[in-house]
């Protein structure tokens, strides 16, 4: 079982809409369009369908999908699994290592992940690779939880981040720019494989 340190939910949603549409597009070019069917549901019966998540199927039968609210660990399953279906993802270790130009947005990443510091929203982090610079920006808030009040507070939740102590991570990093030997980008999601 993984351990997630991080994960941007903000991140994760913004890509779970896009794979719904991407999801309804498919489907739309894919159907075979049935004819003359026999249930024709009025405009309030067709508003429910959708709430509900009932489909008129064949011979005036009716299929009703079971609705449940995903966890944030499914949603980034799915995404996970969408992204290595759909695009390149590499592994940033072995493109920097071999002097590879980052083509990608989106890059795997396994290896030691250094707490550098944070303010009230965001927290900085670091991964150095040869000679070049890693700097990753992250919410505070996926990392620690907040009081009643809305004052952030880090627990043992948040991992050892905010302790200094080297952590082996496994991250999908999203690439923002580059600067010479500094490279910018900011984490989907952090989980730890181990404390070195």
Same mark, same amino acid.
């Given at each position: 079982?993984?351990?997630?340190?991080?994960?941007?939910?903000?991140?994760?949603? #913004?890509?779970? #809409?896009?794979?719904?549409?991407?999801?309804?597009?498919e489907?739309?070019?894919?159907?075979?369009?049935?004819?003359?069917?026999?249930?024709?549901?009025?405009?309030?019966?067709?508003?429910?369908?959708?709430?509900?998540?009932?489909?008129?199927?064949?011979?005036?039968?009716?299929?009703?999908?079971?609705v449940?609210?995903?966890?944030?660990?499914?949603?980034?399953?799915?995404?996970?699994?969408?992204?290595?279906?759909? #695009?390149?993802?590499?592994?940033?270790?072995?493109?920097?290592n071999?002097?590879?130009?980052?083509?990608?947005?989106?890059?795997?990443?396994?290896?030691? =992940?250094?707490?550098?510091?944070?303010?009230?929203?965001?927290?900085?982090?670091?991964?150095? =690779?040869?000679?070049?610079?890693?700097?990753?920006?992250?919410?505070?808030?996926?990392?620690?939880?907040?009081?009643?009040?809305?004052?952030?507070?880090?627990?043992?939740?948040?991992?050892?981040?905010?302790?200094?102590?080297?952590?082996?991570?496994?991250?999908?990093?999203? =690439?923002?720019?580059?600067?010479?030997? *500094?490279?910018?980008? *900011?984490?989907?999601?952090?989980?730890?494989?181990?404390?070195?």
């Amino acid at each position: 079982m993984r351990y997630f340190t991080y994960i941007s939910v903000e991140k994760v949603e #913004q890509f779970i #809409q896009q794979i719904e549409e991407y999801d309804i597009l498919e489907y739309n070019e894919n159907r075979i369009e049935e004819k003359n069917k026999s249930i024709a549901p009025g405009l309030s019966n067709f508003l429910g369908v959708f709430k509900l998540g009932i489909t008129f199927g064949r011979k005036n039968q009716i299929s009703v999908a079971e609705v449940k609210k995903k966890t944030t660990i499914q949603k980034l399953s799915i995404v996970l699994d969408f992204l290595k279906d759909k #695009q390149e993802v590499p592994d940033l270790l072995h493109t920097l290592n071999d002097n590879l130009p980052l083509k990608s947005l989106y890059y795997w990443y396994s290896g030691n =992940i250094n707490y550098v510091s944070n303010d009230n929203h965001y927290v900085k982090l670091e991964i150095k =690779i040869k000679d070049i610079k890693i700097e990753l920006n992250a919410s505070l808030k996926y990392f620690s939880d907040i009081s009643k009040s809305g004052d952030m507070y880090v627990t043992e939740n948040s991992g050892g981040f905010f302790w200094g102590v080297n952590l082996n991570c496994q991250s999908l990093i999203i =690439i923002q720019g580059r600067n010479d030997n *500094t490279i910018i980008g *900011t984490p989907l999601f952090i989980s730890i494989n181990s404390i070195d």
